[in-house]
Each structure stands twice: as structure tokens, then as C-alpha cells.
């Protein structure tokens, strides 16, 4: 919670915007990257989760690479300065000049997601002259238990090409001359918050390693993706994520000899260092008495509840009342989906009150949007205060 003293300060900016705990990253960065090289993983930031580049900044200074959906996120984390060597770049539709950028950026691999992208890719290479390395996105259908809206590995999914296809075409993908296939690559999904599901992945890729390896690809890094969640519910039990238990249950349970394991967290790396501070505008009661609170915030801002019926705590952060009543928390936008939360216990919430939507750092602002003409959310930082 943040303190009344805080709170006073923020009330000098003008809302909404994201306010970033500069040193529970610091802190975060700290602890995942001293357990990741006590087991020699190696850490790419999936950058989509936040651009912000102050946070980029700092995850670079920790020594994470980076994980790429698009080519401006690659163009992106370089323009941050992170080494073209340590960015990996996944997603099932990459345009061809995205492909052909990649490639002059020599990144450190391009995650093949069908055998079209492979044919693709491999043409584009040898357009230019050049051998690319590159990973096959397998799909290896395991349900990561997670809301349906974030799960990727599941066989009917759009993401990865599914085992069993690239079982019938290894000569064919073997016959592409400007790939390198040294590296397998899966992410099953978001927000994992039941660890025994990184134990069932580990038992596929062992299985999908040691068949891609007798069948002659000479892998020499398996990327495990993200997906590890943080405590939307009660963020300030748990502001680091678990990094310690999933690395022991990796450790324990992923067997690929001498390979290089790599990681693409997103979520668990800024989620609980970023909340969004709104301003109360009005309040109404809706003919079903409904006790409205409409805030200065919308979808715009923070799409996630309004996508994918997604949690944020919200809490009052001005009101001195004792009184508490349940209010449905509303945004600007003219969509009727643009709903924070509905029931929410807060002190007499009034006309100009400073609100919080915690854990908000991870798919806040990099989904912003102009919707309505709105400006995108400043950000500001707990060390600027
Ligand atoms: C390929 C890939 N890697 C990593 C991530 C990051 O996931 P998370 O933020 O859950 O760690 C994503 C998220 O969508 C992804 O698609």
C-alpha cells in the first residue's frame, strides 16, 4: 500500500499514469538472475510485457537479452542497446521484411512457428547471402491451467508447429541450406501459477529433444519460453515471483545434457513493479443500484480486465473515511466492457480521489492504446517522487 506521504505527491500529477517501483525491479532483476546463473540458465525479457525504456534500461544493465514477437520490437531493444546476440524473435506471422531485418541484425535466433516460415526464412537467408540460425517452435500440447485467453501450447493453438508435423518433413526442413536448426524452443502459456505444469513440459521437450537429436538437427539450446505468474490477487504476499521453485523443478526435471536452457519471462519480471494511479471523476447509481465509480482510467490504459476478465486489486489511496462501500470501478471509454472491477470494497470514494490498479506493469502500457483519441499514460518513477 502505498504510503499517505506518496500519495500527496502523486496527487501533483496529472492522471492516469503508470508509477514504477524502481527498486522492487532492481530487487526482482537481482534474485532471478543470481538463481539463473547458479544453474547457468540464461534470461531473455519478452519485451512485449513493457517497452518503457527507463525499465528496459534497467533490465539490460542485469544482463538479460531479450525476446522479440515483431520486428520493431527487435529494432526496439536494440535501439536500447541490448546485443543483437542475445535477442530471440518468435511469432506465427512474421512479415518478410521483419524476417530480412532480423537477419541483418544477426540475432541470436529467429523461432520458427510452421514449415512455410521455415521455407520462407531459409529463402530470404540465402537471398542474402547468409546461414541463419533459427529454432523450431514445437507446440507440445500441454495445458498450462491458465486462463484460456493466454494459453499458446495447447494442440488447436495458432502458436508452434505441432510435433508431428515436423516428424513428417525432417528431410525436408534438413534440406534447407541457409538455416542453421540449432535451437527448440516452446512457451505454453501465461500467468502459470500451478508450477506441476513446468514438470509436464519438462517431460515433453526431454522426449521432443532426444527424437529431433536421433533424427540428426544438432540442437545446442532448448528456450523453455515465460509463463510463470505473479499474485494478481494479493500482490504484496508475493512481490518477487517464485523464480527459485521453477528453476528447481527445471533443474530436477529438464534432462538435455549439455545444452544451454533458456528463459523468456515477461509477466514475472515487471508486473508488480508497475501500478496504474487514475483519478475519481464522478459517481452515479445505475437504476439497478449499481454504485458506479467512473475514473479517469479506461481500457485505453489497461486493457487486460476488459480482454481477458483479467484481476487488478484496486484501492483507495486518498480517502481518509471509515465507511466502506462496494463499488463497480468504470472507465472513460466508450465501450461497455470497459469495466475495472465490479464489487469492490473501498473507503467513501469521492469526486477527485487517487485510486490504484496494482500489478499492472506487464501488459498495461505496452497494450495502450489511442481508442476515443485518448493520450497514451505518462509514467512516472518511484525514484523521481
Ligand atoms: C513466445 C513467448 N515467450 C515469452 C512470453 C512471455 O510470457 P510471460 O509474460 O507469461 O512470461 C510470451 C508471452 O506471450 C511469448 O509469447
Request: with cysteine.
Given at each position: 500500500m502505498?504510503?499517505?506521504?506518496?500519495?500527496?505527491?502523486?496527487?501533483?500529477?496529472?492522471?492516469?499514469?503508470?508509477?514504477?517501483?524502481?527498486?522492487?525491479?532492481?530487487?526482482?532483476?537481482?534474485?532471478?538472475?543470481?538463481?539463473?546463473?547458479?544453474?547457468?540458465?540464461?534470461?531473455?525479457?519478452?519485451?512485449?510485457?513493457?517497452?518503457?525504456?527507463?525499465?528496459?534500461?534497467?533490465?539490460?544493465?542485469?544482463?538479460?537479452?531479450?525476446?522479440?514477437?515483431?520486428?520493431?520490437?527487435?529494432?526496439?531493444?536494440?535501439?536500447?542497446?541490448?546485443?543483437?546476440?542475445?535477442?530471440?524473435?518468435?511469432?506465427?506471422?512474421?512479415?518478410?521484411?521483419?524476417?530480412?531485418?532480423?537477419?541483418?541484425?544477426?540475432?541470436?535466433?529467429?523461432?520458427?512457428?510452421?514449415?512455410?516460415?521455415?521455407?520462407?526464412?531459409?529463402?530470404?537467408?540465402?537471398?542474402?547471402?547468409?546461414?541463419?540460425?533459427?529454432?523450431?517452435?514445437?507446440?507440445?500440447?500441454?495445458?498450462?491451467?491458465?486462463n484460456?485467453?493466454?494459453?499458446?501450447?495447447?494442440?488447436?493453438?495458432?502458436?508452434?508447429?505441432?510435433?508431428?508435423?515436423?516428424?513428417?518433413?525432417?528431410?525436408?526442413?534438413?534440406?534447407?541450406?541457409?538455416?542453421?536448426?540449432?535451437?527448440?524452443?516452446?512457451?505454453?502459456?501465461?500467468?502459470?501459477?500451478?508450477?506441476h505444469?513446468?514438470?509436464?513440459?519438462?517431460?515433453?521437450?526431454?522426449?521432443?529433444?532426444?527424437?529431433?537429436?536421433?533424427?540428426?538437427?544438432?540442437?545446442?539450446?532448448?528456450?523453455?519460453?515465460?509463463?510463470?505468474?505473479?499474485?494478481?490477487?494479493?500482490?504484496?504476499?508475493?512481490?518477487?515471483?517464485?523464480?527459485?521453485?521453477v528453476?528447481?523443478?527445471?533443474?530436477?526435471?529438464?534432462?538435455?545434457?549439455?545444452?544451454?536452457?533458456?528463459?523468456?519471462?515477461?509477466?514475472?519480471?515487471?508486473?508488480?513493479?508497475?501500478?496504474?494511479i487514475?483519478?475519481?471523476?464522478?459517481?452515479?447509481?445505475?437504476?439497478?443500484?449499481?454504485?458506479?465509480?467512473?475514473?479517469?482510467?479506461?481500457?485505453?490504459?489497461?486493457?487486460?480486465?476488459?480482454?481477458?476478465?483479467?484481476?487488478?486489486?484496486?484501492?483507495?489511496?486518498?480517502?481518509?473515511?471509515?465507511?466502506r462501500?462496494?463499488?463497480?470501478?468504470?472507465g472513460?471509454?466508450?465501450?461497455?466492457?470497459?469495466?475495472?472491477?465490479?464489487?469492490?470494497?473501498?473507503?467513501?470514494?469521492?469526486?477527485?480521489?487517487?485510486?490504484?490498479?496494482?500489478?499492472?506493469?506487464?501488459?498495461?502500457?505496452?497494450?495502450?492504446s489511442?481508442?476515443?483519441?485518448?493520450d497514451?499514460?505518462?509514467a512516472?518513477?518511484?525514484?523521481?517522487?
Amino acid at each position: 500500500m502505498l504510503s499517505r506521504q506518496v500519495a500527496a505527491k502523486l496527487a501533483a500529477y496529472e492522471t492516469p499514469f503508470y508509477l514504477y517501483d524502481v527498486e522492487l525491479l532492481h530487487q526482482t532483476l537481482e534474485s532471478l538472475m543470481t538463481m539463473a546463473s547458479r544453474y547457468g540458465y540464461k534470461v531473455h525479457y519478452a519485451i512485449k510485457a513493457n517497452y518503457d525504456a527507463r525499465l528496459l534500461q534497467i533490465i539490460r544493465e542485469h544482463g538479460l537479452g531479450i525476446d522479440c514477437a515483431s520486428g520493431n520490437e527487435v529494432r526496439c531493444a536494440i535501439e536500447a542497446g541490448f546485443d543483437p546476440k542475445t535477442i530471440v524473435y518468435a511469432g506465427v506471422g512474421k512479415r518478410d521484411k521483419e524476417i530480412r531485418y532480423a537477419i541483418e541484425q544477426g540475432i541470436f535466433a529467429i523461432n520458427c512457428e510452421s514449415i512455410e516460415e521455415l521455407y520462407v526464412v531459409n529463402d530470404i537467408a540465402a537471398e542474402m547471402g547468409k546461414v541463419v540460425n533459427v529454432a523450431l517452435r514445437v507446440n507440445p500440447d500441454i495445458d498450462p491451467k491458465t486462463n484460456h485467453c493466454i494459453d499458446t501450447g495447447q494442440a488447436d493453438s495458432k502458436f508452434g508447429i505441432s510435433y508431428e508435423e515436423i516428424l513428417d518433413r525432417v528431410e525436408d526442413i534438413k534440406a534447407l541450406k541457409s538455416l542453421d536448426v540449432v535451437g527448440m524452443h516452446i512457451h505454453i502459456g501465461s500467468q502459470i501459477r500451478e508450477l506441476h505444469v513446468f514438470e509436464n513440459m519438462c517431460n515433453k521437450v526431454n522426449l521432443i529433444v532426444k527424437n529431433l537429436t536421433a533424427l540428426g538437427f544438432e540442437l545446442e539450446f532448448v528456450d523453455v519460453g515465460g509463463g510463470l505468474g505473479v499474485n494478481y490477487d494479493m500482490p504484496e504476499n508475493e512481490p518477487i515471483p517464485n523464480f527459485a521453485s521453477v528453476f528447481a523443478i527445471i533443474k530436477q526435471h529438464l534432462q538435455v545434457g549439455k545444452r544451454e536452457v533458456h528463459f523468456e519471462f515477461g509477466r514475472a519480471i515487471v508486473a508488480e513493479c508497475g501500478e496504474l494511479i487514475t483519478k475519481v471523476l464522478f459517481n452515479k447509481t445505475t437504476a439497478t443500484g449499481r454504485r458506479l465509480v467512473i475514473v479517469d482510467a479506461s481500457m485505453t490504459e489497461l486493457i487486460r480486465p476488459a480482454l481477458y476478465g483479467s484481476y487488478h486489486n484496486i484501492e483507495n489511496i486518498t480517502s481518509e473515511s471509515e465507511q466502506r462501500l462496494k463499488y463497480t470501478i468504470v472507465g472513460t471509454a466508450c465501450e461497455s466492457t470497459d469495466v475495472f472491477d465490479e464489487n469492490v470494497s473501498l473507503p467513501l470514494t469521492k469526486r477527485g480521489d487517487l485510486l490504484t490498479l496494482k500489478t499492472a506493469g506487464a501488459y498495461g502500457m505496452s497494450m495502450a492504446s489511442h481508442y476515443n483519441q485518448h493520450d497514451l499514460p505518462a509514467a512516472i518513477y518511484s525514484d523521481e517522487l
